[in-house]
């Protein structure tokens, strides 16, 4: 309660503390937009999931830039939970020190950075601890988020290998492995 009440306190702290984003930010929000309007986008130089997100997102708020004010809301809504799965992760990788490891992590400037930014990264850190989340608790549940990784950065893919290399490693009999397969 005490990591997310701190993630919240960062996501209000930092919410629109950048008034005019990155070039690359309509990139970003264009396929989003186009699939919402029932449209094939017209390329896709970034993958469609974080400006989905955005966009949907701006619709609900309304404002007079509403996709800047939903890619700010999206990175404050998923600032808190990035800094609770930081926590879970790293309890199976560091053990009792993982609290100490997230707090770190998440005052770091570049992550700071990210939360004021209304780009993809603050979205695929999520999606990529969500992943790693479950691919330590050996569910197959990995396979979704990382599939959704994958569209929202094209290299999040790797996930999909690295849960089908860890299902390899732990699953017990033959059938699971093909079933994994």
């Given amino acids: 309660a005490v990591l997310f009440t701190f993630g919240i306190y960062h996501s209000i702290l ?29 390329r896709f130089k970034y993958a469609p999931v974080t ?20 890619g700010w809301l999206l ?3 998923l600032h808190p939970f990035n800094l609770i799965l930081l926590w879970l992760v790293g309890k199976k990788v560091v053990g009792k020190s993982a609290l100490w490891l997230a707090i770190i992590i998440i005052i770091n400037p570049w992550i700071i950075y990210m939360l004021r930014e209304p780009l993809v990264e603050t979205t695929y850190f999520f999606f990529i ?7 330590f608790k050996h569910s197959n549940w990995c396979y979704f988020f990382a599939s959704i990784t994958s569209m929202v950065r094209y290299e999040g893919a790797a996930l999909i290998l690295a849960a089908f290399v860890m299902d390899m490693l732990y699953r017990n ?7 994994a397969f």
């Fill in 14 to 42: 930092y919410f629109g503390h950048k008034v005019v984003p990155i070039s690359d930010f309509p990139s970003i929000v264009q396929p989003g937009r186009e699939l919402l309007s029932l449209q094939i986008p017209t």
């Fill in 51 to 70: 400006g989905l997100l955005q966009v949907s997102l701006g619709y609900l708020v309304g404002g007079q830039y509403p996709d800047l004010t939903g």
């Fill in 75 to 77: 990175n404050a809504i």
């Fill in 129 to 135: 601890l969500l992943t790693l989340y479950f691919i």
């Fill in 173 to 179: 009999s033959k059938q699971e492995r093909i079933r």
